[in-house]
C-alpha cells in the first residue's frame, strides 16, 4: 500500500515533534516562540508561550516535555502536558545553541539524565531534572544529533568533521568515519547505527566496528527514526521527501515518496504513524504507513 500524507497548518516554523505522555503530538514553533499540541487527527489543541527560538524537544525521564531554547541565552525547560512551564535551567556557556535550522539534539541518556548537544561550543552536556549540570570539553566538531547507543555509551554526529563519536559515561570517546555533514541518527533493529546527512545526501549504515555502506537519496537528509516493524525512516528536505530503507537492507533498497513540501525532523506517534514538521511549509505531517 502507498503511504498516505495528511498536511495540517500550524503557526509559525514547526522545527521538532515528539510524541507526548499523554498521546498527542507536540512540536516546537521557532516563528512564534511557542510549543504546540496537536491531536492524532490533526487538531490543534494549543499553542504554549516560550521565551525564546524553542529547538529540540523529546520526554524527559520523568515523564514531562523538555526542550532546548535560546541562540543568545540558552536553556533547557521542562514543560507539563497542560503547557505550564514547570523547570527553566540556562545553560553554563552562553550562546551555546545555533539556530533551528542547526538543530541541537536533546535526549535521554544511559545515566537517567537529559544529555544535549552544543552546536557552537563543540560541547555535548548533561543536566538533570534538577538543574545541575555538566559540560564536556570542546572536543566535538559541531555536534549534532545524539542519541544513546549501545552498551551504555551515548552516539553524537559531528557535522563539521564527518564522523560519528561513540561517547562513554566516564568521558572518554572514539570516533568513527561516515560521508560528510552527518545529521541525525538512530540506533538500528539490526544494531547498526544509521545516520543521515545533510551535505552528501546520504544514508549511511554505520556498524560499531566502523564499517560503512552508503545509500544515495534524492536530497538533503535531516530527521531519521525507526517505525514499529524497525524501519528507518528519514525527512528528506532537500527533495521533499519521506524515505524509507528496510532494516535488513543490502543494496538498492531505498524509498522514497513525494509529500510536496519539505520535512525537517520526523518521528514515529502514538497512533503508530510518521509525524514530520516542515519549517519552510508551516505544516505538520502525518504520514500513514
Not at 495540517?8 to 507536540?26: E, F, H, L, Q
Not at 504546540?36 to 521565551?51: A, E, H, I, P, R
Not at 555536534?143 to 563539521?160: D, F, Y
Not at 519521506?242 to 525532523?265: K, V
Amino acid at each position: 500500500m502507498t503511504p498516505t500524507a495528511y498536511l495540517y497548518t500550524t503557526a509559525s516554523r514547526p522545527n521538532s515533534i515528539v510524541a507526548g505522555p499523554d498521546g498527542k503530538m507536540w512540536y516546537t514553533q521557532y516563528g512564534t516562540n511557542a510549543v504546540g499540541k496537536m491531536s492524532t487527527n490533526g487538531t490543534v489543541l494549543g499553542s504554549y508561550s516560550t521565551t525564546d527560538d524553542p529547538g529540540s524537544i523529546t520526554v524527559g525521564p520523568d515523564g514531562n516535555l523538555w526542550f532546548l531554547q535560546g541562540t543568545t541565552t540558552s536553556s533547557v525547560v521542562s514543560m507539563s502536558t497542560s503547557g505550564t512551564i514547570l523547570k527553566s535551567f540556562t545553560v553554563p556557556t552562553a550562546s551555546a545553541f545555533q539556530a533551528v535550522t542547526v538543530p541541537n539534539s536533546l535526549t535521554t541518556g544511559p545515566d537517567g539524565n537529559l544529555w544535549f548537544s552544543e552546536y557552537n561550543t563543540g560541547k555535548i552536556a548533561s543536566v538533570t531534572t534538577q538543574g545541575v549540570f555538566s559540560e564536556s570539553q570542546a572536543v566535538y566538531s559541531h555536534p549534532e544529533g545524539m542519541i544513546t547507543g549501545l552498551n551504555g555509551n551515548l552516539v553524537v554526529t559531528n557535522t563539521n568533521s564527518a564522523s560519528v563519536s561513540v561517547v562513554s559515561m566516564n568521558g572518554s570517546y572514539s570516533n568513527l568515519t561516515v560521508p560528510t555533514g552527518p545529521t541525525d541518527i538512530v540506533v538500528g533493529s539490526d544494531g547498526n547505527f544509521w545516520v543521515t546527512s545533510k551535505s552528501s545526501g546520504t544514508l549511511t549504515r554505520l556498524s560499531p566496528t566502523g564499517t560503512v555502506t552508503n545509500y544515495s537519496t534524492n536530497g538533503t537528509l535531516r530527521g531519521i527514526t525507526l517505525d514499529s516493524a524497525g524501519n528507518v525512516w528519514f525527512a528528506d528536505e532537500g527533495g521533499s521527501y519521506i524515505g524509507t530503507a528496510a532494516y535488513n537492507c543490502a543494496s538498492s533498497c531505498i524509498t522514497e515518496y513525494s509529500i510536496s513540501i519539505a520535512p525537517f525532523s520526523i518521528t514515529v506517534g502514538s497512533d503508530g504513524n510518521l509525524w514530520a514538521a516542515s519549517i519552510a511549509s508551516n505544516k505538520i505531517i502525518k504520514f500513514v504507513i
